[in-house]
């Protein structure tokens, strides 16, 4: 929905349609967090989808027809992998990767999925007989390998189709959009996105800090959620895909402290073309539906790129902890062995979201003094610490079973270090310290991250280091990507070699 399309007229809102307006009630779970799937995720999954199938059923056929007499043929890997590719512009030029083909049964699609088989085979077969001057391959074994080609695109879509449903029913399909703002602009809005059929917002609720006797308990059938408090407190909660402020831009002064304190969820926030009278240029506007809307603020990470990070965070972990294994049983047992207690110390941190997550260590202080809350901070000489302790917090192997917390998800390789709740600079809350210290919450908490790669571990005793620490994952979330966290990734055992900040 959120799209780089041309936009002529970015300051008119769509008149109104008769369409048939979508229900404004529907069953919305508060504890459902399932990040959004847009439909360029879609397309992309159902193209490397078809493209995979037709690539392993062609090798499966170029394996089996040399073993039927009078199927020999020459199926190398360059013709199974061009068939896969023009399958799959074939059905990307079909329409085949939308959401309502993918939710379709495979059957109801099958003419086109057909379709898309003939056009790349009939080009494949084309090109080589233009460059070679010889078929494609001896027509028995061309329509063995068709065959093939159709069961495996057919199976994959039937497999991909269950998968798109199953996101359907979490609602991960629809953008879940809050709207501040209750004047008419809100309800030109919504008119607009109910005109729309091809729009997949979900609005589940306006808010306003005016008195809701103003507007009364609804807009346009939707619910009053409150004030501005209350919208971010239920985004702490649940997921907001999208929050949409539909304050004039006179009023510039309130928008400001409306955006401020909407820079810490992590949501994309929008602002309706119509709602300045500034024409900027096409490229200045994105669109939810057919909207033109300004970008106030982005996600972090969204899209592919959470996709590949998470992909990328659970497979480093999985094989970090099958090759580090002797070195977890190793610490497990002298941790065991030099103090009664538990190996594993678990304490409560901020995650995605300030949602607040139960992060693993190996126990480094006496069980009797371990400090949960962190109402106190590790300090040189500290007494809780225990003789194995010292050496596992040095040399931070005690943070190692947190590769754990990253397969499950709750933590990444990469990230801002999650803090424990009653954390502090001295004797003042990190967040009393540094006014924007929550917005480091709009991405996942990591094992190690920019500020540590960049020499701000260990103790924070100042305000001066918990200032520099949120400065630099600022920095990191401003200007995340792959290349970035492979490059902290590197930096990392470099650092563990620098133990002065560390006990």
Not at 94 to 105: S, V, W
Not at 230 to 242: P, Q
Not at 271 to 292: D, E, N, T, W
Not at 412 to 424: C, E
Request: charged share 20%; proline share 6%.
């Amino acid at each position: 929905m959120h799209s780089s399309a041309a936009v002529s007229s970015p300051a008119i809102l769509l008149a109104p349609s008769p369409a048939t307006p979508r229900p404004k009630l529907y069953t919305w779970q508060v504890a459902d967090r399932a990040s959004h799937i847009s439909g360029s995720v879609l397309r992309t999954l159902a193209a490397a989808c078809d493209l995979i199938s037709v690539a392993v059923l062609g090798a499966a056929a170029g394996m089996v027809l040399p073993l039927v007499d009078g199927l020999e043929a020459g199926l190398d890997w360059p013709r199974i992998l061009a068939s896969a590719l023009l399958t799959a512009v074939a059905t990307t030029f079909l329409g085949l990767g939308g959401k309502q083909a993918l939710l379709a049964p495979p059957a109801s699609v099958g003419s086109r999925l057909a379709l898309a088989l003939l056009l790349a085979f009939s080009a494949l077969a084309a090109t080589f007989s233009l460059t070679s001057g010889n078929e494609l391959l001896p027509r028995p074994a061309l329509a063995v390998w068709i065959c093939a080609a159709a069961l495996g695109l057919l199976a994959a879509r039937a497999m991909l189709g269950t998968l798109v449903r199953h996101w359907a029913a979490q609602g991960r399909l629809e953008r879940r959009v809050a709207i501040y703002g209750t004047g008419q602009l809100s309800i030109d809005l919504i008119t607009s996105l109910e005109a729309d059929p091809s729009c997949d917002v979900r609005i589940v609720g306006v808010c306003d800090d005016r008195d809701s006797s103003r507007s009364g308990d609804d807009v346009m059938g939707y619910p009053r959620i409150g004030t501005i408090d209350d919208l971010v407190g239920l985004a702490r909660r649940s997921r907001i895909d999208t929050i949409i402020v539909t304050v004039p831009a006179a009023a510039q002064t309130r928008l400001l402290q409306i955006f401020e304190r909407l820079a810490v969820l992590p949501a994309e926030v929008r602002q309706p073309a119509a709602a300045s009278p500034l024409q900027l240029a096409p490229s200045a506007y994105s669109q939810i539906g057919r909207l033109p809307m300004l970008s106030i603020l982005d996600r972090p990470i969204g899209g592919w790129g959470l996709l590949a990070k998470a992909a990328v965070d659970r497979a480093v972990a999985a094989l970090a902890l099958i090759v580090l294994s002797p070195v977890l049983a190793a610490v497990a047992i002298a941790v065991k062995l030099d103090s009664p207690g538990p190996v594993l110390f678990r304490q409560k941190r901020y995650g995605f979201n300030n949602e607040l997550i139960e992060i693993l260590k190996f126990r480094s202080m006496f069980t009797e003094q371990s400090d949960a809350k962190a109402d106190r901070l590790v300090t040189r000489g500290d007494s809780r610490v225990t003789a194995v302790g010292r050496f596992i917090r040095r040399t931070s192997l005690d943070e190692l079973p947190q590769l754990i917390n990253v397969l499950l998800g709750s933590l990444s390789l990469v990230g801002p270090r999650p803090h424990a709740v009653n954390a502090k600079a001295g004797d003042r809350l990190y967040g009393d310290v540094v006014g924007r210290y929550f917005v480091r919450h709009k991405v996942k908490p990591g094992i190690t991250g920019w500020a540590q790669v960049n020499g701000w571990r260990g103790e924070t005793d100042t305000e001066e280091k918990i200032v520099q620490r949120v400065a630099h994952d600022l920095y990191y979330i401003e200007n995340w990507s792959l290349l970035l966290d492979l490059r902290i990734l590197l930096h990392t055992p470099l650092t563990l070699l620098k133990m002065d900040n560390a006990y």
